[in-house]
Nanobody
Framework: VQLQASGGGLVQAGGSLRLSCVAS???????MGWFRQAPGKEREFVATINWSGSSTYYADSVKGRFTISRDNAKNTVYLQMNSLKFEDTAVYYCAARNRGWSTRPDYDYWGQGTLVTVSS
């Protein structure tokens, strides 16, 4: 399984971005997630979603601002980010997990990351 993330860029604080992650190859992963890593910090959990999209879970820092969704027909997971803050600046990684969703970085496959920069 290969994951290709896109949609990052430079945005002003208060603005919005939508990240996309397309999965290709033998795609059987049921759980999908987004993580991020800011300069000098450890990778942290952002959001996760189950196969059907009926269950989602968010880090407290993004709850109410970010929305994770998926389109299984397109093998794509999205992260809609609204009301962006300077502290959201990071490289965002999508990940796929065969055993369902998780808030831990114990995913089976990882994308290459896409950089989100929020200017204050």
């Amino acid at each position: 399984v290969q994951l290709q993330a896109s949609g990052g860029g430079l945005v002003q604080a208060g603005g919005s971005l939508r990240l996309s992650c397309v999965a290709s190859g033998r795609y059987i992963s049921s759980g999908m997630g987004w993580f991020r890593q800011a300069p000098g910090k450890e990778r942290e959990f952002v959001a996760t979603i189950n196969w059907s999209g009926s269950s989602t879970y968010y880090a407290d820092s993004v709850k109410g601002r970010f929305t994770i969704s998926r389109d299984n027909a397109k093998n794509t997971v999205y992260l809609q980010m609204n009301s962006l803050k300077f502290e959201d600046t990071a490289v965002y990684y999508c990940a796929a997990r065969n055993r369902g969703w998780s808030t831990r970085p114990d995913y089976d496959y990882w994308g290459q990351g896409t950089l989100v920069t929020v200017s204050s």
